[in-house]
């Protein structure tokens, strides 16, 4: 659900960072030099479990967490009052009372957007259960002033062995899918190795933020004895080696950090570059990113849904999608349900996953996270993912444009594509 307001909507045009690196450098070590210019972490000796489906994410993290020790941190845009959504809180509830600390947060938009909100009656049950809930930046009149600068992240960490993040939230339609969309399809990962202790970082901030607990890192850090029985393993070449970059994005105080990142990622591209996105409505960086790749002569697919969650979304996407058509971009409209996926794989090096949307509340707005994944197996995967997905789509003509959006579509995209960052 990405339909809340920004109001006015600054035009920025960002000049991004550029590397001493020559451009003979592979696409790996040119977006490595523009990220440490950007100052962005890096990480050494992890392991990525790729999760590509709502059952796959949720039952490997209720796993994960029945065997918590110590700790369990999660931190959403919404937890919807369902049947996923209280299977965790029972969960979580059971692991309170064995003695684990349980802190949980959950962004007060999102959850006042959610189609089954979490109310009040909810969260005294949940904290009843020794869970600590907390609400991000709670919505009060005169409600403009919480507009801006959503948690729109998807954290979990557990023990500071194991992290989860992506683009799910905490919802059964994951699974299940909903009646007006079908079934609904989205990317998350489980992360292991040094790189859980920076997402463990941006929870500890997020929580001190909103409650003024101190969480020290001495305390919350990984126990490497701690063994997870049954839980799916990274069984590639690199596996326990992989290098990733977790890109953080915090409004006011590194605003243009997301953005600037997929610009070097696509800037550094040499053939090929592939793109899952929900809500690619655009801002002036990356769009002209994409503009020079296709310029140059890279491959570019971009594979987005022709079903939403919000009604007008494809008809503003469908502006987008035709400007990069029309400069040679291939674009699949993946027809069975609903792709929230947000991932970004370039000359099957390099890859990015996260909570991070291709549009202006995620790039200018929104806190965020993405990790940055160094590895050409976690690549490939993804790129079976893309493949596979394919076979689900329909290539994207001029003479289907037509048949696809009608001159009501294309006049809806037009006017709603001035406000972009509205949804």
Not at 59 to 82: C, G, P, S, T, V
Not at 139 to 147: C, E, L, Q, V
Not at 404 to 422: T, Y
Request: aromatic fraction near 12%.
């Amino acid at each position: 659900m990405r339909f809340y307001p920004t109001f006015f909507l600054p035009l920025l045009f960002i000049v991004t960072p550029t590397s001493n690196i020559s451009a003979q450098s592979s696409p790996t070590e040119q977006t490595k030099s523009v990220l440490k210019e950007l100052n962005i972490p890096f990480y050494d000796g992890n392991s990525v479990v790729l999760l590509p489906s709502g059952a796959e994410k949720f039952r490997d993290m209720f796993d994960a967490i029945r065997q918590a020790r110590k700790y369990i941190h999660l931190e959403y845009f919404n937890y919807r009052n369902d049947s996923i959504g209280w299977a965790l809180f029972g969960l979580l509830g059971e692991k309170a009372k064995e003695g684990v600390e349980v802190r949980v947060l959950c962004d007060d938009f999102g959850n006042r957007s959610n189609d089954h909100p979490l109310k009040k009656h909810h969260l005294d049950s949940i904290r009843s259960m020794g869970i600590q809930i907390r609400i991000f930046d709670p919505m009060k009149f005169p409600w403009i002033n919480h507009a801006y600068h959503r948690d729109h992240m998807k954290i979990a960490v557990i023990d500071g062995n194991i992290a989860y993040s992506g683009g799910m939230n905490v919802a059964d339609y994951y699974i299940h899918g909903k009646p007006e969309i079908g079934s609904w399809h989205d990317m998350h990962m489980r992360l292991e190795g040094q790189v859980v202790e920076r997402y463990e970082q941006v929870f500890a901030k997020m929580w001190k933020g909103e409650t003024g607990e101190e969480l020290p890192a001495a305390v919350y850090a990984a126990n490497s004895s701690y063994v997870y029985e049954g839980l799916r393993r990274d069984t590639s070449e690199d596996a326990r080696h992989k290098q990733l970059a977790v890109v953080y994005r915090q409004p006011g105080k590194d605003s243009p950090l997301m953005r600037n990142a997929y610009v070097a990622a696509i800037d550094a591209a040499k053939h090929h570059i592939q793109i899952v996105n929900p809500y690619p409505t655009g801002v002036y960086s990356v769009r002209s990113a994409l503009y020079r790749a296709l310029k140059r002569g890279v491959r570019l697919e971009f594979m987005v849904s022709a079903k939403s969650d919000v009604p007008v979304t494809p008809d503003v996407v469908a502006i987008q999608m035709r400007r990069l058509m029309n400069r040679g971009c291939e674009v699949y409209y993946y027809e069975e349900g609903f792709h929230h996926s947000k991932f970004m794989i370039i000359d099957g090096e390099l890859c990015t996953v996260g909570s991070a949307n291709m549009d202006a509340r995620s790039m200018l707005f929104d806190y965020e996270i993405n990790s940055f994944i160094f590895s050409p197996s976690t690549a490939r995967e993804l790129q079976q993912i893309f493949e596979h997905d394919k076979k689900k789509c329909t290539l994207l003509t001029k003479d289907g444009f037509k048949k696809r959006f009608n001159l009501w579509h294309r006049f809806v995209g037009r006017v709603f594509g001035a406000f972009k960052g509205f949804f």
